[in-house]
């Protein structure tokens, strides 16, 4: 399972960080990714993290301002996410590929349930 947690209402400018719990796999066999859904949108990709080739990866538009890490103890992946604006405002989820980062949404094969992150002008 993936349990994404820590959504909520935050003003521009401001920080969250975003838990992903998982369970009943490691993060040696699978890369977790951090998508992201606006009203009216398509999903998007913003992050993964891959232990197998040890990797990360950002959408052009959150770059420097959000960070992927993992806690492998802890079996949980984090999204930091600084320096937020208005347009990050979206659900967020956590899902898992096999191995290493993908960019095809299609890949990914177990999705959490997503959080609400409403950022405030």
């Known amino acids: 399972q993936l349990q994404a947690s820590g959504g909520g209402l935050v003003q521009a400018g401001g920080s969250l960080r975003l838990p992903c719990a998982a369970s009943?796999?490691?993060?040696?066999?699978?890369?977790i990714g951090w998508f992201r859904q606006a009203p009216g949108k398509e999903r998007e990709r913003v992050s993964c993290?891959?232990?197998?080739?040890?990797?990360?990866h950002y959408a052009d538009s959150v770059k420097g301002r959000f960070t992927i890490s993992s806690d492998n103890a802890k079996n949980t992946v984090y999204l930091q996410m600084n320096s937020l604006k208005p347009e990050d405002t979206a659900v967020y989820y956590c899902?898992?590929?096999?191995?290493?980062?993908?960019?095809?949404?299609?890949?990914?094969?177990?999705w959490g349930q997503g959080t609400l992150v409403t950022v405030s002008s």
């Open positions: 993290i891959s232990s197998s080739d040890v990797s990360t």
């Open positions: 899902a898992r590929t096999e191995l290493i980062c993908r960019t095809i949404e299609g890949r990914y094969d177990y």
């Open positions: 009943g796999f490691t993060f040696d066999d699978y890369a």
